[in-house]
């Protein structure tokens, strides 16, 4: 089996997540299959503030590193950051398989529970949420998102905090057993970076409910992509959403 190499764009830049970067790459070489490379990017200036407009500023970036990672030969990109933003015109602009955090984990909660609820750490992503679980046509099974009050700098810090860090898993309870209450059977934090900082909970749940780490699902199912695109030739279809325009087109947008 030849080596498959993963671009993983993060919304955060080393400079200002040293220590999220540290961890995420040693939870990244832990999940990987032998022979994948998994290579972490940032976006400077980084994601600090909930709010659309910043999607909107990281969307573009991400769309032009997912063109310059096909053209510098990696197999795969990997939308890491739960909002997702840019990911349908990634998908548009290159023929490496682009998979994204927030719609792996959605996709794969689908197979542990008929009914899922998301966490996310600022309320101003809740209406951003419900966008996206519509375009993904995923409204009658997320059913529910909850927030915290945090900002994605301020969470950043539960990595050089033990008491932070556990205040954090705490108020993720909080907001997460009503969604169970409810009916939500499976629970999914709203980001890659509780996403990260949770994954050192073995078998987390609330009230029965598992608590998913969506980092290694969009892993697998990036090696996945690769490995069937290998196989048979299976990509993206190009009837609608992820119709590719000209050369021309591409370009224009790049520069």
């Known amino acids: 089996m030849d080596p498959i190499r993963i671009w993983y764009q ?20 832990a999940i990987a299959d032998p022979g994948t490379e998994v290579e972490i990017k940032g976006i400077t200036p980084h994601d600090n503030y909930a709010h659309p407009i910043v999607e909107f500023r990281c969307a573009r970036e991400v769309i032009c590193n997912a063109v310059k990672a096909e053209r510098e030969g990696y197999d795969a990109f990997i939308v890491g950051h739960f909002q997702d933003a840019g990911l349908y015109e990634a998908r548009s602009v290159v023929d490496i398989p682009v998979v994204a955090l927030g719609e792996a984990s959605m996709l794969y909660a689908c197979q542990l529970g008929q009914r899922s609820g998301i966490v996310t750490i ?16 995923l409204e009658r099974r997320v059913t529910g998102v909850h927030a915290m009050t945090f900002e994605p700098g301020q969470i950043l810090k539960a990595y050089e905090s033990e008491a932070l860090a556990a205040e954090v898993v705490r108020l993720f309870a909080e907001q997460a057993r009503p969604l169970v209450a409810a009916g939500c059977d499976v629970l999914i934090p709203g980001g890659g970076i509780p996403m990260l900082l949770f994954s050192a909970v073995r078998e987390h749940a609330v009230d029965g409910a598992p608590v998913i780490d969506g980092i290694p699902i969009a892993v697998k199912m990036a ?7 290998r196989l048979n030739g299976l990509g993206v279809s190009r009837v609608s959403d992820f119709v590719k325009p000209p050369p021309e087109i591409i370009e224009e947008f790049l520069t």
């Open 10 to 29: 993060s919304y955060v830049d080393e400079a200002n997540g040293k220590t999220y970067w540290d961890r995420l790459r040693r939870h990244l070489r």
């Open 122 to 137: 600022n309320t101003r992503y809740i209406p951003w949420f419900h966008h996206q679980i519509g375009k993904y046509g």
């Open 223 to 229: 090696e996945l992509a690769v490995k069937l695109k």
